[in-house]
């Protein structure tokens, strides 16, 4: 069994920083692309950033130039470093992993979710 955990969600001020983390762990033989979605209330799902196992990355125009992706290949773990937040950012945050599991299947799995506020 595969269990993507997110953490370092919370209240932040327009202008601010915060950094989110995602660990997978459980029965994993290899992670490839991982990524960080968002969600606003009343909105759909929208992909806020990716990155490759060899650390290619692309970013929604949104976050361009504010947020950055990055990932520990040793520890299964993805960051979201997001600086000079928007009130627009407010949304949770869910982390979502392409992964091969030790029993030969391949699937995307997601996280529960971190809330984000940005406060004006």
């Known amino acids: 069994q595969v269990q993507l955990v997110e953490s370092g969600g919370g209240l932040v001020q327009a202008g601010g920083s915060l950094r989110l983390s995602c660990v997978a762990s459980?029965?994993?033989?290899?992670?490839?692309?991982m990524g960080w979605s968002r969600q606003a209330p009343g909105n759909q799902r929208e992909l806020v950033a990716r990155?490759?196992?060899?650390?290619?990355?692309n970013y929604a125009d949104s976050v361009k130039g504010r947020f950055t992706i990055s990932r520990d290949n040793v520890k299964n773990t993805v960051y979201l470093q997001m600086n000079n937040v928007k009130p627009e950012d407010t949304a949770v945050y869910y982390c979502?992993?392409?992964?091969?599991?030790?029993?030969?299947?391949?699937?995307?799995?997601w996280g529960q979710g971190t809330q984000v506020t940005v406060s004006s």
């Open positions: 979502n992993a392409l992964i091969s599991s030790s029993s030969g299947s391949l699937q995307t799995y």
């Open positions: 459980g029965s994993i033989f290899n992670v490839h692309r």
């Open positions: 990155i490759t196992f060899s650390g290619d990355t």
